[in-house]
């Protein structure tokens, strides 16, 4: 029979990871949590666990306040004021390290930087191998009982180990700048793997060629998701119809109405809708193809127009009015209410 490993075996990795990661950190350490974006102070190591797990007095608007225990993987550190004078005492040099010392402190300090990638690879492995099944049904609620993790941020760790071997393998010029944890990779996740490293060499840049922080590379993701603006004189002319869509805002109620081109400007076209004059992207226009209803619309909004400059007008010819407006083409009892309303309040040609 093949030799069954024990369960105490099966943790060690996840418990020196653990151990690495929470003596990383020193009393006092303003640290944030990297599932919920706490921020608060680090405080000791808690060994009362059966893996270990550290005390932090997360910030809170209560007068009364206690320290919460948590995962130290979860927990990244927040860079301190330039002006705060406990950082420049934490990094006086007090003793000379020999080079050994140095070349150790090299290899622990590379350690405990991927610690949150050796965990993504170890679970990466125990659910592609389903190696929870002889005591668990499912990934999430194994990791939830043996890890106290939830299941997204099990899978954010995993997904982590996937941008770190890319980042890896493909970024040749920047191979010893790599994630130190697992937020800064989580904006990178969802981009193919050749504008992960696009994306991870700009913000590494724009870190000054050091390891670049969560916010720097979020800030480098959604500007590359961010739409290039079209000329809208690429788009069409004054005078063309289309239909509104995409709008947000005090301008949705115009989703889905029809509209006619009135003036074009850089990245925005002014429109005229059946009460007002909009201005919106080329994004928001679909134009309209049918040509009678092109060749009507122009024609239709200018008697509306004039009919609402009247003045006050009755409730039931402003019901009627906005129901015209909104309509792309005008049906032919439509066209008569149009033209009775224009005879009651004597507007026309």
């Given at each position: 029979m093949p030799k069954i490993k024990s369960r105490s075996d099966s943790t060690e990795d996840v418990k020196q990871a653990r151990l690495a990661a929470a003596h990383s950190f020193r009393k006092g350490d303003r640290v944030r949590h990297q599932v919920t974006q706490k921020l608060g102070v680090f405080q000791e190591l808690n060994l009362g666990f059966a893996l270990p797990e550290v005390w932090v007095q997360f910030?809170?608007?209560?007068?009364?306040?206690?320290?919460?225990?948590c995962n130290p993987l979860e927990l990244e550190l927040v860079a301190k004021d330039s002006g705060d004078t406990s950082s420049a005492i934490a990094t006086a040099v007090v003793e000379e390290l020999t080079e050994a010392e140095e070349r150790d402190?090299?290899?622990?300090?590379?350690?405990?930087?991927?610690?949150?990638?050796?965990?993504?690879?170890?679970?990466?492995?125990?659910?592609?191998?389903?190696?929870?099944?002889?005591?668990?049904?499912?990934?999430?609620?194994?990791?939830?009982?043996?890890?106290?993790?939830?299941?997204?941020?099990?899978?954010?760790?995993?997904?982590?180990?996937?941008?770190?071997?890319?980042?890896?393998?493909?970024?040749?010029?920047?191979?010893?700048?790599?994630?130190?944890?697992?937020?800064?990779?989580?904006?990178?996740?969802?981009?193919?793997?050749?504008?992960?490293?696009?994306?991870?060499?700009?913000?590494?840049?724009?870190?000054?060629?050091?390891?670049?922080?969560?916010?720097?590379?979020?800030?480098?993701?959604?500007?590359?998701?961010?739409?290039?603006?079209?000329?809208?004189?690429?788009?069409?002319?004054?005078?063309?119809?289309?239909?509104?869509?995409?709008?947000?805002?005090?301008?949705?109620?115009?989703?889905?109405?029809?509209?006619?081109?009135?003036?074009?400007?850089?990245?925005?076209?002014?429109?005229?809708?059946?009460?007002?004059?909009?201005?919106?992207?080329p994004e928001n226009l679909r134009p309209i193809d049918d040509p009678d209803a092109c060749r009507q619309l122009p024609e239709i909004l200018k008697r509306i127009k004039r009919l609402r400059n009247v003045g006050l007008l009755d409730r039931g010819a402003e019901v009627i009015l906005q129901h015209l407006g909104r309509q792309t083409y005008l049906t032919d009892l439509e066209v008569e209410l149009l033209t009775f309303l224009e005879q009651r309040y004597g507007v026309g040609d």
């Open positions: 910030d809170s608007e209560t007068e009364i306040q206690f320290p919460i225990s402190r090299h290899r622990l300090e590379l350690r405990v930087e991927r610690a949150f990638y050796e965990a993504g690879k170890a679970l990466t492995q125990l659910r592609d191998r389903r190696l929870y099944r002889s005591t668990h049904r499912n990934f999430e609620s194994y990791c939830h009982e043996r890890f106290g993790m939830k299941r997204i941020y099990a899978h954010y760790l995993i997904d982590a180990a996937v941008v770190v071997d890319n980042l890896s393998s493909g970024c040749s010029q920047i191979v010893n700048i790599l994630p130190t944890n697992e937020s800064q990779c989580r904006p990178l996740a969802k981009l193919e793997p050749e504008s992960q490293r696009t994306c991870w060499q700009q913000a590494v840049e724009q870190a000054g060629g050091k390891v670049p922080s969560a916010r720097i590379v979020k800030g480098i993701v959604e500007q590359l998701k961010e739409k290039p603006l079209r000329y809208a004189t690429d788009f069409g002319q004054v005078g063309d119809a289309f239909t509104l869509m995409r709008l947000e805002g005090c301008e949705r109620k115009y989703n889905g109405c029809p509209c006619v081109a009135t003036k074009l400007k850089d990245f925005t076209i002014e429109v005229e809708v059946f009460d007002e004059t909009i201005a919106v992207k």
